[in-house]
């Protein structure tokens, strides 16, 4: 049974943390189970708006690749993905707009403000927060032959941030939730992988910290133990020798990138547990691992 002194004890704890990050940029992308389950979903609105009311200025990144796919299911639209990567043509980059920018934005949008935040949504055609450009993938098949150049339709890479209309809306005490879609120098549309937005949101504002929302405990060893902290060049090492393999590659280069550009911290946590963010941020030990210089 949790006791008086307990509550107390949790508050007396999480004092410092307030302290030291009050007025601090923290951006976080959210996605995984988070987004699905309803408590969590609940749980997550009320740890951005507690972050806010405490003086942190929280972004949030989101994906939606489950109810993309939900969508295109509906349609008959058969998927295909390269890596992970869902390949995007004109007829599927159309549904992506509509399911993140009309629909999930939205909907994290409304569930932020009923709960007493002030939110407001974006995706990175707003503003021209974010400029991108079609991205060439190259899948190396063998050590021995050159790479294959595969086209992945309208996904795009990121090549300039305008950070603007976030400084303005954070002034103004709004969170700012973004799509993760951008455009191109000619208008066109791009869908851009969240982790990556998240990654360079954040080096744009010298965020103090990036939180990656996913559905495992973290960065493991060998052994399957939780790491806890690992440095920069200690995280490339685990890439190279295979350590970190699989899904986590991509979220670990982007956390290397965050912090190369100006991140103090990044963090890859898990958002099946209930209310992960304020663990994260208002706890001696944390959630998760966090990747540090």
Same mark, same amino acid.
């Given at each position: 049974?949790?006791?008086?002194?307990?509550r107390?004890?949790?508050?007396i704890e999480a004092?410092?943390?307030?302290?030291?990050?009050?007025?601090?940029? =923290?951006v976080?992308?959210?996605?995984?189970?988070?987004?699905?389950?309803? &408590?969590?979903?609940?749980?997550?609105?009320?740890?951005?708006i507690?972050?806010k009311?405490?003086?942190?200025?929280? %972004?949030v990144?989101?994906?939606?690749?489950? &109810?993309?796919?939900?969508?295109?299911?509906?349609? *008959?639209i058969?998927?295909?993905f390269?890596?992970?990567m869902?390949?995007? @043509?004109?007829?599927?980059?159309d549904?992506?707009?509509? =399911?993140?920018?009309?629909?999930?934005n939205?909907?994290?949008?409304?569930?932020?403000?009923?709960?007493?935040?002030r939110a407001?949504?974006?995706?990175?055609?707003?503003?021209?927060?974010?400029?991108?450009?079609?991205m060439?993938?190259?899948k190396?098949?063998?050590? @021995?032959q050159?790479p294959e %150049?595969?086209?992945?339709?309208?996904v795009?890479?990121?090549?300039?941030v305008?950070n603007?209309i976030l400084?303005s809306?954070?002034e103004?005490?709004?969170?700012? =939730? %973004?799509?993760?879609v951008?455009?191109?120098?000619?208008?066109?549309?791009y869908?851009?992988?969240?982790?990556?937005v998240a990654?360079?949101?954040?080096? *744009?504002?010298?965020?103090?910290?990036?939180?990656?929302?996913?559905?495992?405990?973290g960065?493991?060893?060998r052994?399957g133990?939780?790491?806890?902290?690992i440095?920069?060049?200690e995280?490339?090492?685990?890439t190279?020798?295979?350590t970190?393999?699989g899904?986590? %590659?991509?979220?670990?280069?982007?956390c290397?990138?965050?912090?190369?550009?100006?991140? &103090?911290k990044?963090?890859?946590? @898990?958002?099946?547990e209930?209310?992960?963010?304020?663990?994260?941020v208002?706890?001696e030990?944390?959630?998760?691992?966090?990747?540090?210089?």
């Amino acid at each position: 049974m949790i006791t008086h002194e307990d509550r107390a004890k949790v508050l007396i704890e999480a004092l410092p943390y307030i302290q030291r990050f009050n007025g601090a940029t =923290v951006v976080v992308k959210y996605g995984g189970h988070a987004m699905v389950d309803e &408590q969590l979903k609940r749980d997550f609105a009320l740890d951005i708006i507690l972050m806010k009311y405490v003086g942190i200025n929280p %972004i949030v990144v989101h994906g939606g690749g489950p &109810q993309i796919g939900s969508f295109l299911e509906k349609l *008959s639209i058969e998927p295909h993905f390269v890596d992970g990567m869902r390949v995007t @043509d004109k007829e599927t980059m159309d549904v992506v707009e509509m =399911v993140l920018v009309g629909k999930v934005n939205k909907e994290i949008v409304s569930l932020i403000n009923s709960n007493g935040g002030r939110a407001v949504g974006l995706s990175g055609k707003d503003g021209q927060l974010l400029t991108a450009r079609k991205m060439e993938y190259r899948k190396q098949k063998t050590h @021995d032959q050159p790479p294959e %150049i595969i086209d992945m339709g309208l996904v795009g890479e990121i090549t300039a941030v305008d950070n603007r209309i976030l400084l303005s809306l954070i002034e103004r005490e709004f969170i700012p =939730v %973004i799509a993760p879609v951008g455009a191109g120098t000619s208008g066109e549309t791009y869908n851009i992988n969240a982790d990556l937005v998240a990654g360079h949101i954040a080096a *744009s504002l010298k965020a103090r910290k990036l939180v990656l929302l996913t559905d495992t405990d973290g960065v493991k060893d060998r052994e399957g133990v939780l790491l806890s902290t690992i440095r920069r060049e200690e995280a490339h090492r685990l890439t190279e020798d295979g350590t970190i393999g699989g899904g986590m %590659i991509p979220k670990v280069h982007c956390c290397m990138e965050a912090l190369a550009g100006g991140v &103090q911290k990044a963090h890859i946590i @898990d958002g099946r547990e209930q209310h992960a963010i304020l663990l994260e941020v208002f706890t001696e030990r944390g959630v998760g691992t966090e990747i540090v210089h």
